[in-house]
């Protein structure tokens, strides 16, 4: 009888340990999921923040210089709790990999988000370039705009970047003044082929990737298109 009772509560102890260690694990992929209901909601709590507010944001300060995709970053702590009762699971704040933004600000507020864990790869990338005097340049895009010699950085493989539109690996590139970007011309061309929209050359074209994506192309620079209706970096 003793026997049997240990065997149940082993077996009882030994379920709850793998419960235990599955559960972190489940809530890790769901912080790791764009779920579209969670950017509806933030939409939603948005739209009514503005309402309440005279049309205000419920936005972070950043600086004027900060690229426009990651400019209008999303205040949870203005939202929660009148407005919403917690920020998404899948959000920065709450332990999850997407940030939640705001395009189009002055005309149609919209939420958007994009991975933060881009910016991990590139934090990663200039910590080795602070090993070297000069960045070890590959090749030169655009006048402004170079690929990095990666082995001499120390990677065995080019790190990329994975693609919110299209799930592929996409290049990292680094311009003049050191900054690293990701390259988005694949998408862009993937994307400029199928769009209707009415492009010229020297305008910003990555608006085309937002408008039906639930994703903004962060650690982006600026693209147009050449006289081919080809994407290339926006050379300023």
Known sequence: MKKSLLRILAAAIVLMSLSGCAYPQERLAQNQIPYEDQISAVQNAVDQFREANSGLLPIKTKDMETPIYQKYLIDFNKLTPAFMAEPPGNSFEMGGVFQYVIVNAETEPTVKIFDLRMAETIRE???RLKGHEYPPFKEQIESHVFTLDFEKLGYKENPAAISPYSGRELPFVITGDGEIYVDYRSDLFET?????LPLKQGEDIRDILVK????VPSYS???TVNENNEPIFLVK
């Open 212 to 215: 039906d994506s639930l994703f």
């Open 192 to 196: 400029v082929e199928k769009t209707d």
């Open 125 to 127: 990338i200039k910590i």
């Open 221 to 223: 620079l600026p693209y």
